[in-house]
C-alpha cells in the first residue's frame, strides 16, 4: 500500500470523527452487535490517536455514543456500557503515559455511576498532557447540547445585548476546544445525524465508505489528503480566485 503524502504546513487542529459501521461490521462476520463495538473501542480508536499525534494534530473528537443510541435493544446498551468499563479500565493508563489529555462532550449523567466515575478520574489524571486532547462525545446530541446552552443563558438571566455567536460558544459543551476543522464520518452514510450543528459549520466533511472498525491510519491520512486540496475561505475570498482557474 502506497503512502500517501501530506503537506504538514496544512494538518488540521482539530478533528471530529462519526465513527460509523460497527455493527454492519459485525453482522458480515455472523457476530453479535456487542462485539462490533469491542473491536472497535479495542482495535480502531488507540492507532488512529496516534497517527494524530504524528501528524501534529492537537485536537480529536470521536463520537462514542449519541442521544439516540438510548432506543436500542437493551441488551446492545448492555453490553456497550461492559464495553465502556473495560475500556476506560485499561486504555486511561496507557494514553496517560503517551502524554494524552482526555475530556468528554455530552450529558454523562445517564450513564452508570461506576462509568461516569472511571472517566471522570481519567479526566482528572490526564489534565496537565498536552500531546493531544482527545474528546469523547458521550449521550451527545447536537441539539439537546444546544438546548442545554439556552437553558444556562436563561438560568444565568444574562441580557439579550450580550449574546454573540462567541458568548453563545461558550456555553457549549465545546467551549474549551477549538471548532473542527475536519469532520469524518465512517461506514459510507452521508449525513451528520445532529453531530456539532452549531460548531460545524466551517468544517469541511470526508464521507469514508469504509466501517469503522476497519478504518486504519492509511484511511485516516487518505481523510487528511482530501483536507488538504479544499480551499477554505469562511464566505470570503477573492474573485480572481475563480477567474486563475
Do not use: C
Not at 462485539?35 to 463520537?63: M, N, S
Not at 494524552?100 to 489534565?127: Q, V
Not at 459549520?201 to 469514508?208: C, H, L, R
Amino acid at each position: 500500500m502506497k503512502n500517501i503524502s501530506l503537506n504538514q504546513g496544512k494538518i488540521p487542529v482539530h478533528v471530529a470523527i462519526i465513527m460509523d459501521g460497527n455493527r454492519r461490521w459485525a453482522a458480515k462476520r455472523g457476530l453479535g452487535p456487542v462485539d462490533g463495538h469491542r473491536v472497535a473501542a479495542e482495535e480502531a480508536i488507540e492507532p488512529i490517536i496516534d497517527r494524530a499525534v504524528e501528524l501534529g494534530v492537537r485536537f480529536i473528537t470521536f463520537w462514542a455514543f449519541s442521544t439516540e443510541n438510548w432506543k436500542r435493544d437493551k441488551a446492545e446498551i448492555k453490553g456497550l456500557m461492559q464495553v465502556f468499563r473495560q475500556i476506560l479500565s485499561r486504555k486511561i493508563k496507557k494514553l496517560h503515559q503517551k502524554g494524552i489529555r482526555l475530556n468528554f462532550l455530552g450529558d454523562i449523567s445517564k450513564f452508570p455511576k461506576d462509568i461516569i466515575k472511571k472517566f471522570l478520574n481519567g479526566i482528572k489524571e490526564t489534565h496537565r498532557n498536552d500531546k493531544i486532547t482527545v474528546t469523547f462525545a458521550l449521550n451527545y446530541g447536537g441539539r439537546p447540547e444546544i438546548l442545554r446552552a439556552v437553558k444556562k443563558l436563561v438560568k444565568d438571566r444574562i441580557p439579550v445585548s450580550k449574546i454573540t455567536e462567541e458568548f453563545f460558544s461558550s456555553y457549549l459543551d465545546t467551549a474549551d476546544l477549538p471548532d473542527p476543522d475536519l469532520i469524518i464520518r465512517t461506514g459510507g452514510e452521508m449525513r451528520l445525524s445532529g453531530f456539532l450543528p452549531w460548531q460545524s459549520v466551517y468544517a469541511e466533511f470526508y464521507f469514508s465508505p469504509v466501517l469503522w472498525p476497519d478504518f486504519s491510519q492509511f484511511e485516516f491520512d487518505k481523510a487528511v489528503a482530501s483536507y488538504q486540496k479544499r480551499e477554505r475561505r469562511f464566505g470570503g475570498g477573492k474573485f480572481f480566485v475563480y477567474q486563475t482557474k
